[in-house]
């Protein structure tokens, strides 16, 4: 043994390992190795060649391309990529799942929100005479608007509650799909609990807001 490399993240080829795990692996240096070897690497594997530049990437392809065809024409490149090139496709996978997950996500909660906002507008259609007889015997706007939207409010908030609890026992699931946070993260919580409340309270106050043009007589007279 030469010496001890420091850990490094790579993709994972085989066994268990994820796309950011620590994987066992020695190195050899190229040139303490015969042709037959590199040729047998070639031809049951597919090797990739780091190779240090000294000036722009643009101007090395083309003097590699003509340095190996040189060697061996039937030898061609597979392809060229940079480290950020490596990097991105190491995780594209787990990346197309996060942004699937993420559209259902924004899927779900504007469906909730579709159906608060329709509750509350039923609700609120339903109880226009009552609302109209609370602001005749002198019940104000803002009364009158809290009073048609605070059973959307509640319903919110329970069903944040309800998710918030549900999740967090379902949260191992998404241990293979989630790095550099824990499944149980308080931060993303309480984002994801604001979010869903926020948008509750705003599909709420939308039909309830009607209630300021509300003509108390006219209610009475329906």
């Known amino acids: 043994v030469v010496g ?27 040139d303490q190795t015969d042709d037959a070897f590199l040729k047998m690497v070639h031809a049951w594997f597919s090797p990739s060649w780091a190779v ?20 061996d024409p039937l ?3 597979n392809k060229f990529r940079s480290l950020d090139d490596v990097r991105s496709e190491t995780l594209a996978w787990e990346r197309a799942l996060a942004m699937l997950l993420g559209a259902m996500a924004a899927l779900a909660a504007l469906l909730a929100a579709v159906g608060i906002y329709g509750l509350v507008a039923s609700s609120v259609s339903e109880r226009t005479r009552e609302l109209g007889i609370r602001a005749a015997l002198g019940a104000t706007p803002g009364e009158t608007v809290k009073s048609a939207a605070l059973p959307g409010v509640v319903l919110g908030v329970a069903g944040v509650l309800i998710g918030a609890g549900a999740a967090r026992l379902a949260a191992r699931v998404m241990d293979h799909l ?10 993303t919580f309480l984002f994801a609990a604001g979010t869903i409340l926020a948008m509750a309270i705003a599909a709420t106050l939308v039909p309830s807001l009607r209630m300021l043009r509300l003509n108390p007589v006219g209610a009475l007279r329906m």
């Open 4 to 30: 001890v490399a420091s850990d490094i993240l790579a993709k994972a080829g085989w066994g268990n390992y994820g796309p950011l795990d620590v994987i066992p692996a020695a190195y050899i240096p190229a």
């Open 52 to 71: 240090r530049l000294g000036r722009p990437q643009d101007a090395v392809v083309p003097a590699m391309q003509q340095a190996m065809q040189s060697v």
């Open 75 to 77: 030898l061609p490149f």
């Open 178 to 187: 989630v790095w550099g946070v824990t499944v149980t993260d308080p931060m």
